[in-house]
């Protein structure tokens, strides 16, 4: 698949979770621009769950800072498309393990997300047996 399928591909699989982009970082642009060098096609994408992320910053604020929830996707080669999504328990676990409302919070976006890779996995074949779930995608297919 074509990296620019792929990237709208992931990106309907996160609006069909409640998930909109709410930014974009074309890695490859980038460096061309700031470096001069070529790098291969690599997005990433900031992806938002407003009634999550609004729950989120009620409760506190300063988590602020660990939003929104990345996902990259990364052209190993013209036939390899390999996506990363960032784990909610793991950005917002460093109060959850004190805070019940933030690990509860952090789980139901992780498990939004999981969804998000199980859809996405579902035309994709592993490159990696030992890598999890959202780390294995690839070769994405309609």
């Known amino acids: 698949m074509p990296f620019k399928q792929a990237l709208e ?6 609006n069909a979770e409640g998930f909109g982009v709410v930014t974009r ?3 490859q642009k980038t460096m061309r621009q700031k470096l001069n060098i070529d790098f291969r096609p690599y997005v990433i994408l900031g992806a938002c769950n ?3 992320a609004h729950r989120v910053l009620e409760h506190d604020p300063r988590m602020g800072l660990m939003l929104p929830c990345n996902v990259s996707v990364e052209a190993m080669d013209e036939d390899h498309i390999l996506i990363r999504i960032a ?3 793991q950005m917002l676990g460093c109060g959850s393990n004190e805070d019940p409302v ?3 919070l952090a789980s139901e976006a992780r498990n939004r997300l ?3 890779a199980d859809r ?3 035309g994709a074949s592993p490159n990696d047996p030992e890598a999890k779930p959202w780390q294995r995608l690839n ?3 309609d």
């Open 25 to 27: 970082i074309d890695v």
């Open 114 to 116: 999981t969804r998000v």
């Open 9 to 14: 591909v992931v990106e309907a699989a996160l």
């Open 50 to 52: 407003p009634p999550i």
């Open 87 to 89: 784990d909610p328990d």
């Open 120 to 122: 996405l996995r579902r």
């Open 102 to 104: 933030l690990g509860e």
């Open 139 to 141: 070769h994405l297919t």
